[in-house]
C-alpha cells in the first residue's frame, strides 16, 4: 500500500525549501553589485528589501522545520513544483518595486517568463529600466536555464537527496557519476560559455559602435538569456533593435548551443567529437529544423515580394524559424509584423515551438529526443509485423551510449507528449473564449507552454488577468514537464482535505 502525505512531509520540504531560499536571497547580490556600479541606489534598497524577504522566509521555514532528514522521491518533486512558484512570487517583488509593471500579477508573470525560460515579457518602458533590475530580468533565465535546483545541489544537497531534487527539474540524465557533480559541470559549461559569448557578442557591437560599457552590458545579457533560451533582451525591439546580421548569427550559434543537451557538451569537452554527428538527438534536431522551416517556407508561396530581398526574407523566415525551435522567442521583427504572416507559415512556427530542442538542455518543448523515440517505436512495429512471430526485435539507438527502445521509455514519452498537446490546446481554448483568434491563441499559448517567448500581440499588459495566470501555469507546468506539479497539486489537496 502505498503510504498516505503526512506532517512529515510538511517539515522535510520546509526544511529544505528554507535552504534553496537562503541560495536565492544571496544570488541577488549581483544586481546590488551592478547598481552600486551603475549608482542606482532605488534599485539597489529593491534588492535589499528582496534579500531580506527571502532570507526571512527561509528563516521561518528553517526554525519550525531544523531537522535535517532523507528525501522520498515525492517530497522530492513537491520541493521542486514548490520552489519555482515561490521563488517567481519572491523574485516579482524588485522588478514590482522598480515601476515598470502595472500590477504585481505582471511583475510574476515576468518572473515566472525568466525562470522559465520563455522570454515573454509585461514589462513597460523597458528602454529606461535601471541597469540592475535589467540584469536581475536575465539573471534569473540564467539561473532558471540550468534549473534553481542546481544552484542550492552544489551547495546544500548531498547523496540520494540531490538525486531526487535533480530528477524533480525535470532532468533524467546524469552525466558524472552523481547529481552533484553533475550540477558542477553543468554550472560550470554555462559560466565558461558565459564568459566566451558574452565578449564576443560584445566584439560585435563595439564595432557597430556601442560603447565599451554597453556592449559588454549588452553582451552579457542577450548571452544569458540566449545560451539559456529565455529570449530576454535589455532593449524592447529586442534583437531587431541592434539591426546586425552578424550579431544574429553570433545569436544563433549561442542559441544553438543553449538547445543541445548537456551529455553532447560533456562528450565534445571530453574530445568524443564524433557525438555531434552520431547522436540520435542531434540528427533528429537537424531533421525537424529543415522540415519546419520548409513549412514556412511553403506558407509564404506567393508573399515573398513582400520583402525587399531574397537575403532579408531569408534571414527574417530562419531566425524566427531557429528562435522558436530551439526555444529562445529571440526577434528581429515586430510582434505586429509577425502576426501578419500568412497562416501556414505561422503554423509551421508553432510547430517548431511545440517541438522544441533537446533533452536535459535549457530548452523546452516536446523536445526532439520523444520525436525520434515515435519514429523508432513505429520502425521497430513494422519490423515486428514484418518478421515471423517466434522473432524478437529490438531497435537501438545511439544517444551518447547505445540504447535500447523499451515499452517503459515509449510509455513515459507518449504521457509527457499529450499532456504537451493538452496544455497548448487549452491556452487556444481560453484565448477564443476571451476574443482572440484560434490560430493567434495557439500560437500564443505553444509560446508560453513550450517556453519560447515569441509572440504575436497577446501578451501585452492590458490582456485578461485570468490569461496571464493561465500562461503563468503554462510556463511553470511546461518547464517542470507536469509530474512535479501533479504531486504538489495532490499534496495541496490532501492539506485542504484534513
Known amino acids: 500500500m502505498i503510504p498516505d502525505f503526512s506532517k512529515d512531509d510538511i517539515f522535510v520540504v520546509s526544511h529544505y525549501l528554507g535552504k534553496i531560499f537562503i541560495a536565492l536571497g544571496i544570488a541577488q547580490l549581483l544586481p546590488i553589485f551592478v547598481g552600486v556600479i551603475s549608482r542606482e541606489f532605488g534599485a539597489v534598497i529593491d534588492f535589499f528589501i528582496s534579500i531580506i524577504a527571502c532570507l526571512a522566509f527561509a528563516s521561518i521555514l528553517l526554525y519550525f522545520s531544523p531537522g535535517k532528514q532523507e528525501i522520498n522521491w515525492r517530497q522530492g518533486m513537491i520541493i ?45 518602458d523597458l528602454d529606461h529600466m535601471s541597469n540592475a533590475h535589467n540584469i536581475w530580468r536575465h539573471f534569473m533565465c540564467f539561473i532558471g536555464g540550468q534549473g534553481i535546483i542546481l544552484v542550492a545541489l552544489v551547495f546544500f544537497f548531498r547523496g540520494s537527496d540531490a538525486l531526487r531534487i535533480y530528477i524533480g527539474e525535470a532532468r533524467d540524465d546524469k552525466i558524472l557519476p552523481n547529481s552533484i557533480t553533475t550540477a558542477k559541470f553543468i554550472w560550470m559549461v554555462s559560466f565558461t560559455y558565459l564568459i566566451i559569448g558574452s565578449l564576443m557578442l560584445a566584439i560585435v557591437l563595439l564595432f557597430h559602435g556601442l560603447p565599451f560599457s554597453r556592449a559588454i552590458f549588452h553582451g552579457l545579457c542577450i548571452f544569458m538569456a540566449g545560451w539559456d533560451t529565455a529570449g530576454f533582451a535589455p532593449q524592447s525591439q529586442n534583437i531587431l533593435y541592434y539591426h546586425s546580421p552578424s550579431f544574429e548569427i553570433v545569436t544563433i550559434i549561442i542559441i544553438l548551443l543553449g538547445a543541445t543537451s548537456f551529455g553532447v557538451h560533456y562528450a565534445v569537452w571530453t574530445g568524443k567529437f564524433r557525438e555531434l554527428r552520431e547522436d540520435f538527438e542531434i540528427k533528429i534536431l537537424m531533421f525537424t529544423i529543415f522540415f519546419t522551416y520548409m513549412i514556412t517556407l511553403i506558407g509564404f508561396s506567393g508573399n515573398i515580394a513582400d520583402f525587399p530581398d531574397v537575403f532579408s526574407f531569408f534571414r527574417t523566415t530562419f531566425y524566427q524559424l531557429i528562435s522558436g525551435h530551439t526555444g529562445v522567442g529571440y526577434s528581429n521583427i515586430y510582434s505586429s509584423a509577425l502576426a501578419n504572416w500568412p497562416e501556414l507559415a505561422i503554423f509551421g512556427i508553432i510547430l517548431a515551438m511545440g517541438i522544441g530542442g533537446c533533452m536535459n538542455s535549457t530548452s523546452g518543448g516536446i523536445k526532439v529526443f520523444r520525436i525520434g523515440l515515435f519514429y523508432k517505436s513505429m520502425k521497430r512495429e513494422i519490423r515486428r509485423l514484418a518478421y515471423p512471430e517466434s522473432s524478437y526485435v529490438k531497435e537501438f539507438f545511439h544517444h551518447q551510449r547505445e540504447i535500447s527502445i523499451d515499452d517503459t521509455m515509449i510509455k513515459n514519452a507518449m504521457v509527457i ?73 495532490r499534496f495541496l489537496v490532501k492539506i485542504v482535505k484534513r
Request: charged share 5%.
Open 417 to 489: 507528449t499529450v499532456c504537451y498537446i493538452l496544455l497548448y490546446i487549452s491556452g487556444a481554448v481560453i484565448a477564443s473564449f476571451l476574443g482572440y483568434g484560434f490560430l493567434q491563441g495557439l500560437f500564443e499559448s505553444v509560446s508560453a507552454a513550450a517556453n519560447v517567448g515569441l509572440s504575436i500581440g497577446i501578451t501585452d499588459p492590458s490582456m485578461p488577468a485570468i490569461l496571464k495566470i493561465w500562461y503563468i501555469f503554462e510556463m511553470w507546468a511546461g518547464r517542470l514537464e507536469f509530474f512535479a506539479i501533479f504531486i504538489l497539486l
Open 80 to 124: 521542486v513544483a514548490l520552489t519555482w512558484f515561490l521563488a517567481m512570487c519572491f523574485s516579482a517583488l524588485p522588478l514590482y518595486l522598480s515601476g515598470h509593471y502595472s500590477c504585481y500579477l505582471d511583475a510574476c508573470f515576468e518572473s515566472m517568463s525568466a525562470y522559465a525560460t520563455t522570454g515573454l515579457v509585461l514589462v513597460q
